[in-house]
């Protein structure tokens, strides 16, 4: 059973997962299935969250009860909620792994108890996150605009949203292949929390204008007020001479996450080939988004999109692959692009 829903699944995760799809391709069957099926998971998730046609507080109600479906399974909850989301959703390929819910938690319930132990982990956690976004900002287009208050409401926002991925990343690794058994996991996991959140800051301030114009803050209050900027001063693209310096500040904190993502790199194992390339494919491409970013005429433009091409990102996977058993021809890799960076 498990073969065929897989297999369908399979199909709908390269429709829905964009970049992500590359590095889970890569990676060793004994990890790819647990962790395909958590990404879907996720991504379901992220939908409930993020379909503005359906009120916040009725989003709410929808996470709860997605989460309520990782500690009993529910046959008459799950129909509910896949016909409550399915109409509502308008994009084919989010529509139709909402209507495959019940395919991806037959799947999660057939494996070990370990397994499913990590992903219920992870969901609950992630949708810690989507609370966040649906609690503290206001709803879409209703004209205001609400800042995350500290530097300490930001890094609990990107470890809910995304720290929390590294660990599972690094504790399903650790349980499926061998050759990590001599990891010290909670050092690991650790710098896998970093990776992860810097990987979602890059993600905050690429799309920093468009996030502002739905009422969502993510530069710090704090960080703002000590420079004697509103929020409000943000939506207004001029402000970009008073805003450069907080935020080149989230910059140089991104980079160290950065940092502690090479060092859990190339801690793994070279002959762990797959994992390798998968973590260091998000980082490089993170490093030419940065640079993006940092080169920009001004964030706070919405008219300015901030995307790498496709033979950008094909070109980071042929040399990386050259590069992938060397600490040293990485992080000299790492090195020019950061060297890019103009601060």
């Not at 949708?127 to 409401?153: I, K, N, W, Y």
Request: hydrophobic letters at 45%.
């Amino acid at each position: 059973m498990q073969h065929r829903y897989t297999d369908r699944l399979n199909q709908i995760l390269r429709q829905v997962s964009r970049s992500f799809y590359l590095s889970l391709k890569i990676l060793p069957p004994s990890v790819r299935a647990p962790i395909g099926l958590a990404y879907l998971f996720a991504r379901a998730a992220d939908t409930i969250a993020d379909t503005s046609l359906i009120r916040p507080s009725e989003r709410l109600y929808r996470l709860e009860q997605f989460c309520r479906l990782f500690e009993r399974h529910d046959a008459t909850m799950l129909a509910e909620l896949e016909a409550a989301l399915t109409g509502p959703q308008q994009i084919p390929a989010e529509r139709e792994l909402l209507a495959s819910l019940d395919r991806c938690f037959a799947v999660y319930r057939e494996l070990d108890a370990a397994d499913q132990a990590r992903i219920s982990r992870l969901l609950l956690t992630l949708t810690r996150g989507m609370v966040m976004d649906l609690t503290l900002f206001p709803p879409e287009h209703d004209g205001r605009l609400v800042p995350l208050q500290t530097r300490a409401d930001l890094d609990q926002y990107t470890y809910y949203v995304a720290g929390c991925v590294g660990e599972f990343w690094t504790e399903m690794h650790v349980a499926h292949r061998p050759s990590l058994a001599g990891w010290d996991l909670a050092e690991m996991k650790r710098r896998a929390i970093r990776f992860g959140k810097g990987l979602q800051l890059t993600n905050i301030l690429r799309d920093l204008a468009r996030d502002l114009r739905l009422g969502r803050c993510y530069i710090p209050l704090q960080d703002l007020t000590r420079r004697g900027i509103l929020p409000e001063d943000l939506l207004d693209p001029t402000s970009i001479v008073k805003v450069r310096p907080v935020f080149e500040e989230l910059l140089a904190l991104t980079l160290e996450h950065y940092q502690e993502g090479w060092s859990y790199t190339q801690a793994i194992p070279r002959r762990e080939v797959q994992m390798r390339l998968a973590c260091a494919w998000p980082l490089l491409i993170g490093l030419h988004t940065l640079i993006l970013i940092a080169r920009a005429d001004n964030v706070l433009d919405p008219t300015i999109t901030l995307k790498i091409r496709r033979p950008l990102v094909y070109r980071v996977i042929l040399s990386s692959s050259l590069l992938v058993g060397s600490n040293w021809g990485l992080t000299q890799y790492a090195q020019r692009l950061r060297r890019r960076l103009p601060f």
